[in-house]
């Protein structure tokens, strides 16, 4: 028996009407939570619900609203304008005088209005008249003008755990009116566990998995749903990833931190996380580049060497071959000697170079192809370095005389730095 095909999508028909239907977010609604407590007290202010795709943000607006007893007016940024707002502001300005209510009006994808828009709220949420609920997958901080957003409550929402997960689909499993229970099927927890794992804590996801995953069992006569059909239904895992957004920054940054701690197991975790979800494999070689210099540099100069060469071998050769380069390169960074000394130093002379006075260079290090620039004083005391034992002028100063105290380069006693910093007093590098 299959499910009926004009119905909407399992995950449509599950949405929860009321907060004891919501699973997930505990640190919201739980007995104590912020948004519970709200509610409780009927102090309800404007807020952005902040979080990946399908944990239930548009589910919560909903629950909200009736729970106030509020109008609920929604819509989503990519198609209104400022004709749009400014009509559902009046509207919602006639409905306060008239019937005493709050509008709450809920914008889809916030984050993608543009300043002006952002704008045309202001007044109407400073004056209660609507109670503005936002939801957005991208940092609001980056995202919403300052003057909004300090007038909004920011609540940040997971991706929903396996405990919420397996709640949500068995409940599914067992509804007759709104889910599948009508085929009479079941499923192990493994199983269910499978498409908790595909699903990358959305629900909606992992609901959409489940009925199509059903509806083969169905097919099939079966009583079970098996790992057979959930494989079939997933096909691949969802690897939750936006190459523009902050989820990217937040990968790159766990990859070049796990690095730079020398876990060698997360590092590989954090680059197949990128690479299996489509980041552009000349973006992470660059950062490997970037890496051997600021956090490895001279402790282990070979770093270096192995990033340029897995960034070409993956110029070269492309994906999915060349991930097997950009490996390589992390765990040999991970497992190598680490040290910023090189990082630190460039930094301390650069501000140097911008914060003070621009020193002339020395005469006696300035090139004299001219008779002229020679009789002014060019090259005049230059002492060339090989000439003299240990390849070194003793007594030729290179700084300019205000920044002769200045010493940048201070190398750490790991790697091959710990060679360069014991032969430092004799000049001396093996």
Not at 17 to 43: C, H, I
Request: hydrophobic share 40%; charged share 25%; with cysteine.
């Amino acid at each position: 028996m299959f499910v009926q095909k004009n119905r909407p999508p399992l995950a449509e028909r599950m949405r929860p009407r009321e907060l004891d239907e919501y699973f997930g977010q505990e640190k919201l609604l739980a007995d104590g939570g912020v948004l519970r407590t709200m509610l409780a007290e009927g102090n309800l202010s404007s807020f952005i619900l902040w979080g990946p795709p399908g944990v239930g943000k548009t589910t919560l607006a909903r629950i909200v609203a009736r729970e106030t007893d509020s109008k609920w007016i929604a819509f989503t940024a990519v198609t209104a304008g400022m004709k749009e707002i400014k009509a559902v502001m009046n509207e919602a300005e006639a409905f306060m005088k008239i019937e005493g209510r709050r509008t709450i009006m809920f914008v889809d994808e916030i984050h993608r209005f543009n300043k002006a828009q952002q704008d045309a709220f202001l007044p109407y949420v400073e004056t209660g008249t609507i109670c503005l609920v936002g939801a957005t997958t991208e940092n609001p901080s980056f995202e919403i003008n300052s003057a909004l957003l300090s007038r909004l409550k920011v609540f940040v929402m997971d991706e929903l755990d396996l405990p919420a997960l397996l709640k949500i689909m068995n409940n599914a499993l067992e509804d007759k009116e709104r889910g599948i229970g009508e085929l009479e099927l079941t499923a192990s927890d493994d199983t269910l566990k499978l498409i908790a794992a595909y699903s990358s804590g959305d629900a909606r996801t992992a609901l959409n998995s489940l009925e199509l995953a059903a509806n083969l069992a169905s097919k099939r006569g079966q009583k079970e749903i098996s790992e057979k059909e959930i494989r079939s239904a997933v096909q691949q895992a969802v690897l939750r990833y936006d190459k523009d957004g902050e989820n990217h920054f937040n990968l790159i940054s766990a990859l070049h931190k796990s690095i730079r701690n020398s876990d060698v197991q997360a590092s590989l975790y954090w680059l197949a996380r990128m690479m299996e979800a489509g980041e552009e494999p000349l973006y992470v070689a660059r950062r490997l580049v970037r890496f051997a210099s600021e956090d490895i540099g001279l402790a282990a100069p070979q770093a270096l060497n192995q990033a340029v060469a897995a960034m070409q071998a993956v110029d070269f050769i492309g994906v999915p071959e060349g991930k097997l380069a950009l490996a390589q390169c992390v765990v040999y960074m991970a497992l190598a000697p680490k040290s910023n000394a090189l990082y630190k130093a460039y930094n301390e002379a650069a501000q140097d170079a911008l914060n003070t006075v621009q020193h002339p260079v020395p005469l006696h290090l300035r090139n004299a192809p001219t008779k002229l620039m020679k009789e002014i004083g060019y090259a005049k005391g230059y002492q060339y370095a090989h000439d003299y034992e240990g390849g070194k002028a003793e007594n030729m100063k290179c700084m300019p005389a205000e920044l002769a105290h200045r010493k940048y380069f201070q190398p750490s006693d790991r790697g091959f730095e710990g060679k360069v910093r014991k032969a430092e007093n004799n000049n001396v590098v093996e």
